[in-house]
């Protein structure tokens, strides 16, 4: 069977140093720092009181007041990256078949602010189950996909990821897979997170996964430094249109990348810590690396999972040599957690976007906030420290791996015609 190839004609974004994609590709190219202390509830009582969170969203911008009050903002974050990303691609200004259009979405937690919401509200209550009859629909993860599909009648494929972190990197996987088989020939992916609420960021801290940096939040996310101590919280959704190339050249679209491999493993190992030797982080980039029929030289630039804590970025470097060789040394690594936070489930999708800025633009966008060198780690790898730079792309791989084990690479590369 002759594999169709696979393209990205669209792309929108909502994050912490941008709320378009624009606005979040020159947040990258100048290391701009997302972390702000938290608004969205009292901090009080909390250890950690700051995040990255999306800046000046406001729900009634984008939808009605009744429409609004039915979405979590998980899925407000995954509606307004996934309009852009369909304009963008100019898809809706033209003819298509609505049956062959899909839409696949990645989240890890999906709707916990609704969820911790109604919870304490009925414990508020005498007993009385006054249950909102939105609550279940605006708390599963499969809604936001399912909302981007009623808005624009894309009748194709139409689900949700979940696996913690790596859920939007499964989506986009998955997305890539349908069209390139011929069960589609467009579909929105990516991933959305709202995971600024008292049960994320309290649950998270008392794991002693997040950085307790108070004091220099603006600093507090530095993969790869020495005295790095955990993730910083994030939100916001990214969204890409892949689409079928001859599709794609028949209308006439606009193309950013290709999208030519993914891989996806378990470490098998723990809940929650990675393999010390980074076992399962190796095998997917090798995985991808198959699966789009490259050779570790092929690869220009590593967006990395990244997360800035002392376990899993030590891990990620051993599998990069491993899988790597000599050839590590020629590549740009960089985390753009340092500057986005941690989006949880919708890591994948917004680091692939800072992939195909690289490969688009020529840029590597760097990892901000190093201040001290880790002799656990080679001083000869390039991990882009604190400014961009620029390099020719070829292609650039993006890393995601979650809780429960779950790992998956994705692979941009230059769309040559």
Known sequence: MQLRRVVVTGMGALTPIGNDVQSFFNGLRSGTSGAGLITHFDTEKFKVKFACEVKNFAAENFFDRKEARKMD?????????????????????????????????GAGIGGLTTFFAEIVDYAKGDGTPRFSPFFIPKMIVDIAPGYISIKHGFRGPNFS??????????????????????????????????????????????MKALSERNDDFLTASRPFDKDRDGFVMGEGAAAMILEDYEHAKARGAKIYAEIVGGGMTADAYHLTAPHPEGLGARNVMKAALEDAEMTPSDIDYINVHGTSTPLGDIAESKAILSVFGENAYNLNISSTKSMTGHLLGGAGAIESLACILAVSEDIIPPTINHFTDDPEFDPNLNFTFNVAQKRTVRAALSNTFGFGGHNASVIFKKFEG
């Open 161 to 206: 990821t979940v696996s913690a972190c790596a859920s939007s990197t499964h989506a986009m996987i998955d997305a890539f897979n349908y069209i390139r088989l011929g069960k589609a020939d467009v579909i929105v992916t990516g991933g959305s997170e709202a995971s600024v609420n008292e049960p994320s960021v309290g649950g998270f801290s008392n």
């Open 73 to 105: 903002p998980f899925t407000q974050f995954a509606m307004v990256a996934a309009d852009e990303a369909i304009h963008h691609s100019g898809l809706l200004q033209q003819s298509y078949n609505p049956d062959r259009v899909g839409v696949i979405w």
